[in-house]
């Protein structure tokens, strides 16, 4: 059964097998089709797409190597020299088949090769489905710092599928899953108590998923360009970025994005409950929370000034402030927040410190 969000100008379709993906392509009449996957997705989720393209058989491969580090200018910059190679014109169409690498990567290089393609985004994370494909942008990193460069640029549709998230492992599905909490604490309280209870490894997750991009939706659909409250999205990431680009930087088995987020929501709720008026039981409630699904990442005082520095590159920073958003109680969130650098150290210090008591 085919269940639907409508987006800036744009379906979320919902559907295990992609039914409608075939007859959406065929029906505008594109020149070319490129789909855009990592080894991974080649591997353990590109059947799932031919199947459903079964009619369809003439279209393109590009693959790129996976991970973060690899979601560059660079690799880019690969990424449009085959495209030229395989003479992509303007009517083309690219399918980006992966997690926020691919399509964050896949969806820059779409909305800029001759100034603009379109493309379809089918994302195969847990973090992909209720974070990256949703809500028009696109990015690459540079020198670490997370998306600094990139488009707000709409992708025609986007089609989840349950069936890529038994591609994951263990880790993949709780990196995710940091999102899906993130986005109860910013906007829905139900959802995040929901959350502490969902077994990952047994429970039916399409309703959570469902809930999850319709909360992001409703943010972005607002606030497109993320002039005010799209800014609620961040929690988390201004202290959870600097920390995810000094992992990629510094260790040989770097943190994946939501392990990252889930350490920055455990510092911006200590800096919520400082500067915000977050009461202690939520901020209590929260770092049980992100406890219980992950380990603690062990880092010294001594990394503090290249985190500061990596956060002071930050996209939410106005000047030489650095931006937050931070809660106010679980389940509403301020955004264009500016905090001093001794909370952010304390916050540092406050996980550091270990679990709460």
């Given at each position: 059964m085919?269940k639907?969000?409508a987006?800036?100008?744009?379906?979320v379709?919902?559907?295990d097998n992609?039914e409608s993906l075939?007859s959406?392509?065929?029906?505008?009449?594109y020149?070319?089709?490129?789909?855009?996957?990592?080894r991974n997705t080649n591997?353990?989720?590109?059947?799932?797409?031919q199947?459903?393209l079964?009619?369809?058989?003439?279209y393109?491969?590009?693959?790129?190597?996976?991970?973060?580090e690899?979601?560059?200018?660079?690799?880019?910059i690969?990424?449009?020299?085959?495209m030229l190679?395989f003479?992509?014109?303007?009517?083309?169409?690219?399918i980006?088949?992966?997690?926020g690498v691919?399509?964050?990567m896949?969806?820059?290089a779409?909305?800029?090769?001759?100034?603009g393609?379109?493309?379809?985004?089918i994302?195969?994370?847990?973090l992909?489905q209720?974070?990256?494909?949703v809500?028009g942008?696109?990015?690459?990193?540079?020198?670490n710092?997370?998306?600094?460069?990139?488009t707000?640029t709409?992708?025609?549709a986007?089609f989840?599928s349950?069936?890529?998230?038994d591609?994951?492992?263990?880790?993949?599905?709780?990196?995710g899953?940091s999102e899906?909490?993130k986005h109860?604490l910013?906007?829905d309280?139900d959802?995040?108590?929901?959350?502490?209870?969902?077994?990952?490894?047994?429970?039916d997750?399409s309703?959570?998923?469902?809930r999850s991009?319709?909360?992001k939706n409703?943010v972005?659909t607002?606030?497109?360009?993320?002039?005010?409250?799209?800014k609620?999205l961040?929690?988390?990431h201004?202290?959870?970025?600097a920390?995810?680009?000094?992992?990629?930087l510094?260790d040989?088995?770097p943190?994946l994005h939501?392990?990252a987020?889930?350490?920055?929501?455990?510092c911006e709720a200590?800096i919520a409950?400082?500067?915000?008026?977050?009461?202690?039981?939520d901020?209590?409630a929260?770092?049980e929370?992100f406890?219980h699904?992950f380990?603690?990442?062990?880092?010294?005082?001594?990394?503090?000034?290249?985190l500061?520095?990596?956060?002071q590159?930050d996209?939410?920073?106005?000047g030489k402030?650095l931006g937050f958003?931070l809660?106010s109680?679980i389940?509403?969130?301020?955004?264009?927040?500016y905090?001093?650098e001794?909370?952010?150290?304390?916050?540092?210090?406050?996980?550091?410190n270990?679990?709460?008591?």
């Amino acid at each position: 059964m085919t269940k639907q969000i409508a987006s800036l100008g744009y379906n979320v379709f919902f559907e295990d097998n992609l039914e409608s993906l075939a007859s959406f392509i065929t029906a505008r009449n594109y020149s070319q089709i490129l789909v855009l996957v990592d080894r991974n997705t080649n591997d353990h989720c590109l059947p799932i797409l031919q199947a459903a393209l079964s009619e369809i058989t003439d279209y393109d491969i590009i693959e790129v190597d996976p991970g973060e580090e690899n979601k560059n200018i660079d690799f880019c910059i690969g990424v449009w020299k085959t495209m030229l190679d395989f003479g992509a014109d303007r009517k083309a169409l690219m399918i980006n088949l992966g997690g926020g690498v691919v399509t964050d990567m896949g969806g820059f290089a779409a909305s800029t090769y001759k100034r603009g393609i379109d493309f379809i985004q089918i994302p195969t994370t847990l973090l992909s489905q209720v974070d990256a494909s949703v809500g028009g942008k696109t990015g690459i990193d540079l020198d670490n710092v997370k998306n600094i460069i990139g488009t707000f640029t709409q992708p025609q549709a986007v089609f989840i599928s349950g069936k890529f998230l038994d591609t994951l492992d263990k880790r993949q599905m709780r990196s995710g899953f940091s999102e899906v909490i993130k986005h109860g604490l910013i906007y829905d309280k139900d959802l995040f108590y929901k959350t502490k209870i969902v077994d990952l490894d047994q429970d039916d997750l399409s309703d959570i998923v469902f809930r999850s991009v319709e909360i992001k939706n409703a943010v972005i659909t607002e606030d497109p360009t993320e002039k005010g409250l799209r800014k609620i999205l961040n929690f988390g990431h201004t202290i959870g970025h600097a920390i995810e680009g000094y992992s990629l930087l510094h260790d040989t088995d770097p943190l994946l994005h939501g392990e990252a987020i889930a350490l920055g929501m455990i510092c911006e709720a200590y800096i919520a409950h400082k500067a915000n008026g977050l009461s202690a039981a939520d901020m209590a409630a929260i770092v049980e929370a992100f406890d219980h699904r992950f380990e603690r990442y062990t880092f010294s005082e001594e990394i503090y000034p290249e985190l500061i520095a990596l956060m002071q590159n930050d996209k939410k920073n106005e000047g030489k402030r650095l931006g937050f958003a931070l809660l106010s109680e679980i389940g509403t969130c301020d955004h264009t927040l500016y905090i001093a650098e001794e909370l952010i150290i304390e916050s540092l210090d406050f996980y550091r410190n270990g679990k709460a008591s």
